[in-house]
């Protein structure tokens, strides 16, 4: 199954749950057992989501290209969902003092489109030294199986 198709089908089934989930009766909270493992995958597939929705702002080096940071062997685009969000990543660095310039860029574009367009593997680091932040690795479902480091490029 390739990449869009397994996004849709996720995605198509993400919505149905939540269109089929039933706010729970008070009597009856107490004794719904909830799976941690589904509800965490839920989670990460809705922010997952969230994240590609958004228009982004990404960073640039010194020639235009996307800024990149390398962490734990991988590079990593960082990304931010507001100047405040960004403004707390160059005042972590001490770089607050210099022009960041960025471009706007929405996220599933970025995962689609530019993470599977660079050379070399990178991830996603979204709001790096903020209270919200996440890591988006290179892995299937979350870039296309060429990107992914466990995909068809690692075949």
């Not at 235009?64 to 972590?92: K, M, N, P, Q, Y």
């Not at 607050?96 to 993470?115: F, K, N």
């Amino acid at each position: 199954m390739g990449f869009e198709e397994e996004w849709g089908r996720l995605r198509a089934d993400a919505v149905e749950r939540r269109a089929a989930t039933k706010p729970p009766d008070e009597a009856a909270v107490g004794s719904v057992e909830t799976d941690p493992v589904a509800e965490a995958r839920e989670a990460a597939m809705e922010r997952l989501a969230d994240f590609r929705s958004r228009v982004l702002l990404v960073p640039l080096d010194a020639r235009g290209g996307l800024w990149t940071s390398e962490f734990g062997g991988l590079d990593w685009i960082c990304v931010f969902s507001d100047a405040e969000a960004l403004g707390r990543f160059t005042e972590a660095r001490g770089e607050s003092d210099r022009e960041w310039t960025y471009r706007r860029v929405v996220g599933a574009r970025l995962l689609d489109e530019l993470v599977p367009a660079l050379d070399f593997p990178c991830g996603v680091a979204w709001n790096a030294a903020g209270p919200d932040g996440m890591v988006l690795p290179p892995m299937r479902g979350i870039v296309p199986d060429t990107a992914a480091l466990d995909g068809e490029a690692a075949a």
